[in-house]
């Protein structure tokens, strides 16, 4: 995806001036939790700097909690058709997780991503949503995502005929009334094939990344366990028999200590950014699913227009009375269909440019991730190796005093 952009520390130029290179660089840092009960939440921090003139100054720190986040995908992912627009953190719905140390911090790193991969996009930084998220108060925030309609902010009536709608169409499909409407483009086709693929393969990867951390952290918890265990039988041995077990269980616990550390750094560096990249193509999903929604709309008008005219037709042979009225509606319906067929082929655009940019950040990105797997796995069979090494001439020297 977007890498986050940084402003150079080292530049003389005041962050205003016309020549310095344009940045927006944000931070999502201190988050704090407030409220009690259910109605607790995390609060963020979120630091912008820029030289943007649209912005109201080089620096502005706002408080902002997750559904201000969801508040700003949502609004993207409505105006920007075609767009990958960056995924979000899941919500954890099992209260111990939710405010855990480290849970917190992932979800903190995850919205860091979210929001400098949104101000680095060259098409979303320009959102007049982003700029509110960025510089509103937190009174004005929030009274945006009051304001904010959607399907779950519909009355009850409107929604039981959304889903009235959606299961007559369905009905419709399965009876044979109706064929789904499919775009047939070998491209297309190969993307979506592509998309449904890395999302199985990021999928099993992913799965088998939590395995390795999960038993990292076995590994570790085991051998501290193991570690006291051999320290207190080492205490009733006394002599160089009990020396040897006490070293023993300090060296266990002590590598206990490397391998939580290498589990955590395993989470964090490996398996989270699999994890967002299988969030990533969930919203790749979305867009495409945006496209066909797209594409049937203009098909669908398209024969209305064919209906209309023949309706026309007919109208005007006969000299109805209802001929300048069919006309005006002929006139509006072309337009919307034209209207659809803009929209469709700007996001057919934006889409081809959008899976270049994607496949570009993807290899910079799982490249890197899964660089810091190896080097955590070297740094850590080293260490251990070191560790047990070290021991083993002090039990060998304990061997030779026993067999003495």
């Known amino acids: 995806m977007i890498s986050t952009q940084r402003s150079g520390s080292g530049s003389s130029q005041s962050p205003r001036s016309p020549s310095a290179q344009p940045f927006l660089s944000v931070s999502v840092t201190d988050p704090v939790k407030l409220g009690n009960g259910v109605q607790s939440y995390i609060s963020y921090r979120v630091i912008t700097k820029t030289n943007l003139p649209e912005y109201q100054g080089p620096e502005k720190i706002v408080i902002r909690r997750y559904n201000d986040f969801v508040w700003l995908r949502d609004r993207l992912f409505e105006k920007y058709k075609g767009i990958f627009i960056p995924p979000l953190p899941e919500k954890s719905a099992v209260e111990k997780f939710r405010f855990s140390a480290e849970f917190i911090e992932m979800r903190r790193r995850a919205l860091d991503i979210f929001i400098n991969r949104i101000a680095s996009h060259y098409e979303l930084q320009q959102s007049e949503d982003l700029k509110t998220f960025l510089q509103a108060d937190e009174e004005t925030m929030e009274r945006a995502r009051s304001l904010e309609i959607g399907i779950f902010k519909k009355k009850p009536s409107d929604l039981m005929q959304i889903f009235k709608d959606v299961q007559s169409k369905v009905s419709d499909v399965v009876l044979g009334k109706e064929k789904p409407v499919e775009e047939s483009n070998p491209e297309y086709e190969k993307l979506k094939h592509y998309i449904f693929e890395l999302e199985n393969h990021l999928t099993e990867a992913q799965k088998h990344a939590y395995r390795l951390v999960k038993r990292h952290r076995e590994l570790g918890q085991s051998l501290s366990d193991f570690g006291k265990a051999v320290k207190i039988l080492g205490a009733c041995e006394g002599n160089s028999l009990g020396k040897a077990f006490s070293e023993l269980g300090t060296k ?65 042979l006969t000299r109805s009375d209802r001929v300048g009225e ?76 026993l067999s003495a």
Not at 360 to 374: C, R, S, V, W
Request: aromatic letters at 8%; one cysteine or more.
């Open 252 to 316: 266990s616990e002590m590598i206990s200590i490397k391998l939580q550390k290498e589990a955590h750094y395993l989470l964090m560096n490996f398996e989270e950014p699999l994890k967002d990249y299988v969030r990533a193509v969930q919203s790749i999903k979305a867009t495409i699913a945006e496209r066909a929604n797209a594409f049937r709309l203009q098909c669908e008008l398209a024969e209305t227009i064919k209906l209309k005219e023949i309706n026309l037709d007919k109208l005007m």
């Open 326 to 401: 069919a006309e005006i509606e002929y006139k509006e319906l072309k337009a919307e269909s034209e209207e659809a067929t803009k929209r469709f082929e700007t996001i057919v655009k934006l889409m081809n440019e959008e899976i270049v940019r994607f496949q570009e950040q993807k290899t910079l990105d799982m490249g890197l991730a899964f660089h810091e797997f190896a080097k955590g796995q070297a740094r850590l069979a080293n260490g251990v190796a070191d560790a047990w090494r070290s021991l083993i001439p002090k039990l060998e020297s304990c061997s030779s005093v």
